[in-house]
């Protein structure tokens, strides 16, 4: 059965940090790449990070950037994303999903095979 776990989120300060994990089990984590999404109330989803899982090369939006990292440890089949300097409006439930093979963009929610429950981050002003 294949399975994608979020944990880590949580309800943290402007300015304050916290690390989500996506763990990952029931396929061969190697050959998939992850991205991390967000959706806020009353908004689409949206991509806030990837990492390839060819060449480890990392992608991020640019509300994101510079504030959010993320990486990938292949021996416990689990992706971090470390979130730094949070805002308010990063508050939303964030998602983990594994994509095969990205065609058009790592952005793209159609691109991904399988999808974790989401964990809820909220950042209080």
């Known amino acids: 059965e294949v399975q994608l776990v979020e944990s880590g989120g949580g309800l943290v300060q402007a300015g304050g940090s916290l690390r989500l994990s996506c763990a990952a089990s029931?396929?061969?984590?190697?050959?998939?790449?992850i991205g991390w999404f967000r959706q806020a109330p009353g908004k689409e989803r949206e991509g806030v990070s990837y990492?390839?899982?060819?060449?480890?090369?990392?992608y991020y939006a640019d509300s994101v950037k510079g504030r959010f990292t993320i990486s990938s440890d292949n021996a416990k089949n689990t992706v971090y994303l470390q979130m730094n300097s949070l805002k308010p409006e990063d508050t939303a439930v964030y998602y983990c999903?594994?994509?095969?093979?990205?065609?058009?963009?790592?952005?793209?929610?159609?691109?991904?095979?399988?999808w974790g429950q989401g964990t809820q981050v909220t950042v209080s002003s």
């Open positions: 999903a594994a994509v095969n093979w990205v065609t058009r963009g790592w952005y793209l929610e159609y691109e991904y095979d399988y």
């Open positions: 029931g396929f061969t984590f190697g050959d998939y790449g």
């Open positions: 990492i390839s899982s060819s060449d480890g090369r990392t």
